[in-house]
C-alpha cells in the first residue's frame, strides 16, 4: 500500500482536531456575558439592529466582483 503514510497522517490530524475541539468544548466558558454578546461597533452603539439580513444583490455583487477578479489574474 503506497498511500499508507498519507492515511496514517490524515488519521491523526483528524482525531487531533476532534480531541482539541472537544477539549475546547469541555473547558471553555458556557456563560457568555453581556459584553461579549453585544455587538461592538467602533466603540459606538449600534445604529441599527445588527440581526437585518443583507440584500441578495450585495451578494451577487460581491460573487460577480471575485469571479472577475479570479478571471483576470488568470489573464
Excluded at 482539541?20 to 461579549?36: F, H, R, T, V
Excluded at 443583507?54 to 483576470?72: K, N
Aim: proline share 5%.
Amino acid at each position: 500500500m503506497e498511500f499508507k503514510g498519507i492515511l496514517i497522517l490524515l488519521i491523526v490530524s483528524g482525531t487531533l482536531s476532534i480531541i482539541i475541539l472537544g477539549a475546547s468544548y469541555l473547558l471553555g466558558n458556557k456563560q457568555p456575558d453581556m459584553e461579549k454578546v453585544s455587538v461592538y461597533e467602533c466603540g459606538f452603539d449600534p445604529f441599527d439592529n445588527p440581526g437585518n439580513p443583507f440584500s441578495v444583490r450585495f451578494f451577487l455583487i460581491g460573487i460577480l466582483f471575485l469571479i472577475f477578479d479570479l478571471e483576470i489574474s488568470f489573464l
